[in-house]
């Protein structure tokens, strides 16, 4: 262990501080200090044998073991042969429209998109992003609520709006919900794009999504003038502009005007030097999102993911064998399959080579049957399949995403954070597949209930 503020030396100095308002409101008083596990800090780096003290929903002190003192009072938790990891952040999903027997605007209420975020907390995703199909002035209510310490543990909300061309944007089943709800600031003009970013601006907003993608011609484009125009006013409001890019000149067309996230790879074309070159300038930040179009780990009967669907939609996608291109399906492979992984396997390390912020982001909710929380690691098995290294897979879903949404206080296992984290039965480092193996998941301090949770979501069922 080589960095020496996180000792217990510092604790004083690093616990006051901006994030101490949200962890306040929760978090048990009494101290417990947990002890012997390989804490995974999140930054890269790897304590063996590990110690850390958690108060008041913080992390108090942190160090290898032996380092940290057990302050007087304090409970002692013996994690041995585990490995601790800080909470994941999902940069990309679309809350609130999954109901499972239905999808749709009907189902997107407070309850919907509560029990969203306790199904990413269930599998140790600590901060959850809806990307551009949430609508604004529900979600800031929401989170204000969330804030408040008035709902039930959960992973912590955030949301950004979407902005599109009238009737373009979200995919044909997404559109039907954000269409409903009014979700995405429809824009035909620079000047209108202006507009809405300020008026984004005016709530305090931070992020804001943008579609480029004419889905193969049958969609109105964001046309240059417009997504540059959101680029600079957004930037001009210390914004970040999230945008969506399927194919190689879109991609290098927003990320050559500025966009701070690309979303989405290109699997239908090899990238060229000229987009390399764009990149190795602007290292955006990127949300592979690459699940959405992999075919269903629900049918491989994997009781990881099994266990937080209903059994009824669990049955239907493994009994639909016809392949279904905008829901899961356990029919055959699409006949591009191949070419998408090779096409796929071919991008994505020439991507992170030229430098590219990589961040988790699943897409989950966007249509029937993807799944909250299991998804996540998923994409981190993906990620380590193209060529990442564990420790790479977990920066990209923990540290770097809280850099990209400005989550002071989440992200690292570190001292002030808020104790987010998971406790693994098996460590990630030697097999990403290893994040599965869940022993516990604890939001600010305090154990989740998975198996309330699981209990709940059996009876509704
Ligand atoms: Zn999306």
Redesign the pocket.
């Known amino acids: 262990m080589r960095r020496s503020k996180f000792l217990a030396c510092c604790v004083a100095a690093a616990s006051v501080g901006p994030i101490a308002a949200y962890s306040q409101s929760r978090g048990q008083a009494n101290a417990v200090l947990y002890e012997g596990g390989r804490l995974i800090i999140g930054d890269g780096t790897v304590i063996d044998s590990g110690a850390f003290v958690v108060e008041n929903g913080r992390i108090g002190a942190l160090g290898p073991k032996g380092a940290v003192t057990l302050p007087a009072g304090a409970a002692r938790v013996d994690l041995t042969g585990k490995t601790v990891m800080p909470s994941m952040i999902n940069a ?1 999903v ?1 809350i609130g429209y999954e109901g499972y027997t239905s999808w749709g605007a009907q189902n997107y209420t407070p309850q919907n998109v509560q029990n969203h975020l306790e199904r990413e907390a269930f599998y140790g995703v600590g901060a959850t992003v809806s ?2 199909s949430s609508p604004t002035d529900q979600s800031i209510r929401f989170q204000q609520d969330q804030q408040a310490g008035k709902l039930p543990p959960a992973s912590r909300f955030l949301f950004m709006p979407g902005m599109a061309p009238p009737n373009g944007g979200p995919d044909a089943v997404l559109l039907k919900g954000t269409t409903a709800l009014h979700a995405v600031y429809e824009v035909s003009t620079a000047q209108e794009a202006r507009a809405a970013i300020q008026t984004m601006a005016a709530k305090r907003l931070k992020h804001v999504k943008i579609w480029v993608d004419d889905r193969r011609g049958t969609y109105p484009k964001m046309t240059p003038d417009v997504y540059n125009a959101v680029i600079d006013e957004a930037h001009k409001h210390q914004m970040l502009v999230h945008a ?1 890019a399927t194919t190689l000149p879109d991609q290098k067309a927003v990320v050559r005007a500025g966009a701070d996230v690309v ?1 989405h790879l290109v699997q239908g074309e090899k990238l060229d030097e000229e987009y390399l070159a764009i990149l190795r300038e602007k290292k955006p930040y990127w949300a592979t ?1 690459i699940g959405l179009g992999d075919r269903t780990e629900v049918c491989d009967n994997d009781p990881f993911v099994d266990q937080a669907l209903p059994a009824a939609v669990v049955a239907a996608i493994r009994a639909t064998s016809e392949a279904r291109p905008l829901a899961p399906n356990c029919g055959p492979p699409s006949p591009n399959a191949a070419t998408r992984e090779a096409t796929i396997a071919n991008n994505f390390p020439k991507m992170i080579a030229a430098g590219v912020r990589l961040v988790l982001g699943t ?1 989950a909710g ?1 249509h029937a049957g993807h799944t909250f929380g299991s998804a996540d690691h998923h994409e981190l098995a993906r990620w380590v399949q193209l060529g990442l290294t564990p420790s790479q897979a977990i920066v990209a879903a923990t540290e770097r995403p809280a850099e990209l949404l400005g989550i002071t206080d989440m992200g690292t296992l570190a001292v002030g954070k808020s104790a987010d984290f998971l406790v693994l039965n098996a460590n990630p480092l030697e097999n990403i597949r290893n994040t599965r193996q869940i022993a516990s998941v604890y939001l600010r301090g305090i154990m989740l209930d998975r198996n309330a949770l699981l209990a709940a979501w059996k009876k509704a069922s």
């Open positions: 990309h679309h990307v551009g969506h979303v999102v897409d966007i």
